[in-house]
């Protein structure tokens, strides 16, 4: 026997405070990888909203429920569920979206995930591009189009399949080259992703962003961005895919190969070449290239970003001596509470790893000693709205160019610091990093020698990106006008960074620790860096 939830009345009533779904979708989304917080009680769930998407009551009737979930007393957290209650007797649901079985006047029917139902996918995309507003009962859903224009064949059925990431968004993807992005936690206020998009579209010349078709704003009170209709593009188009082959085939190239010591720092000075030529250079030579392309491609997105705006939270302002006290506050602040958590989850790891973060933890003021430029030397240069987590996956390649597709930033971060300004400087250490992750990743099973040469692929092509860009921003307001100010700052950003990843694959991915973790210990001189 199975478990069957009796509903009375209208369907509506049954996800009010004391209907019986309310509860169910609560435990649905604490069960979902893009939920935040601990498991919660009957009594901090409540449907804050329910917009129907489909008209009325009928067989199968479908909303885009938002869940508000309190964590405290002072904090709540909302999600974006989409949600269906089919009577009809083969509803074509797959069981796995099935929440829980139900009966209405002696007719049984199912509550399930509507983002599993191709005719919620199609709806919901018939919306957008109608522009239609659907109202619920406190807000409204305004569905946007025309931001760029798309061709959807019509009188013709649009395959569909869905996917979610790590980060909490799901993917609606159509066969015809786009897709609904729907954010699952969201936040009062317009989300970086659509704001940007929105921006360079509308008004600058960049045009290296994936094309914007139409967003889902959901607006009671406050506004919040519930979705974005875009571009989308094949998986294996990532530059982190292309970048990643490239590694392999060197490091495959170059194993025979007896490596020197691995550079050292986070990063090194931006203006002094490395005194060291690399083996096979003709297999090096396609990620150089690719390094220096998305160098150039980097300076013109920051310099979109930093020109002027009618909107006063996208203008550029200027690097005083107040933001530069307070970004070393913030860098040291954000320093030892990523080493007291990585404390925290030691135990995730064993054996030498589990040793290497001990030297981690206890080389804390060696750390903090290297922000002493920021605090100390005076900071020229420009503070603008930035990508927030450039990676080599957040950019395609397409036609030989490249293709931004993802504006929203850290997503473990608050909506309010995700739109903060900051030095453009901060995108590149980010890029900087998935160019270690990408080598190192391709080395972490081969042998030491091997993870030696893994470090001087990452150093060697990262500071041809580094070079390209800089080039490009010669005599920049948005940069530093010192090499020792760029340098500064580049180190303070990479390590930061790598810290923080270090924090990430700890609590999530503790197989790929070691990455990070080899990143850090080349900051502090330690060969072999790679953790066995």
Known sequence: TRDVVDLNGPLEGAFASDGPLQGILGGFVASQSWYQGRPPRRSQISV????????????????????????????????????????????????????????????????????????????????????????????????????????????????????????????????HRFAIKLFRRVEPGVNPDLELRRFLTERTAFDDIADTYGALEYQSGDTYTLGVLQQSFAEDSTAWNVLSGYARNWL???????????????????????NIALPNAHLLDPALELAMRLGKTTAALHQALGS?????????????????????????AGIRQ??????????????????????????????????GAIRRDKIKGSRIRLHGDYRLDQVHIVDDGFIIADFSGDHSRPLAQRRLRGSPLRDIAQMLRTFDYDALAA?????????????????????????SY???????????????????????????????????ELLTRPDLVRVPLAGLRRMLGYDPSFID
């Open 443 to 467: 080395a972490r099973e081969l042998l030491a020698d091997d993870q030696r040469w893994a470090a001087w692929w990452s150093r060697v092509v990262g500071l041809a990106l580094v070079e």
């Open 470 to 504: 800089l080039a490009e921003l010669e005599d920049s307001p948005l940069l530093p006008d010192s090499v020792e100010a760029i340098d500064d700052l580049l180190d303070a950003f990479v390590m930061s960074r790598a810290l923080r990843e270090l924090h990430w």
């Open 252 to 274: 495959d190239a170059t194993r025979d190969e007896a490596a020197p010591g691995e550079p050292e720092g986070a990063f090194g000075s931006v203006d002094q070449p490395l």
């Open 308 to 332: 002027f705006s009618e909107d006063p939270d996208l203008n550029p302002e200027p690097f005083t001596q107040h933001y530069q006290q307070s970004l070393y506050q913030s860098l040291r």
């Open 48 to 175: 804050a909203d329910l917009i129907p998407i489909t008209p009325g009551e009928q067989d199968t009737t479908m909303w885009l429920a938002l869940l508000s979930i309190d964590t405290n007393a002072n904090s709540r957290d909302r999600y974006v569920v989409p949600i269906g209650i089919s009577f009809e007797p083969d509803p074509a649901i797959d069981p796995s979206a099935v929440l829980a079985h139900v009966r209405r006047d002696s007719t049984d029917g199912i509550l399930f995930d509507a983002v599993h139902s191709p005719q919620f996918r199609a709806m919901l995309l018939e919306n957008i591009l109608a522009g239609e507003t659907l109202l619920g009962r406190a807000g409204s859903l305004i569905c946007t189009a025309g931001i760029a224009t798309v061709e959807v064949p019509a009188d013709e059925p649009i395959e569909s399949t869905v996917s979610t990431n790590s980060l909490g968004e799901t993917y609606i993807n159509f066969e």
């Open 338 to 371: 990523e080493l007291r958590a990585i404390g925290r989850l030691r135990h995730r790891t064993e054996g030498p790893v589990a040793a290497a973060l001990d030297e981690l933890i206890r080389a804390e003021q060696s750390y903090l000693l290297r922000l």
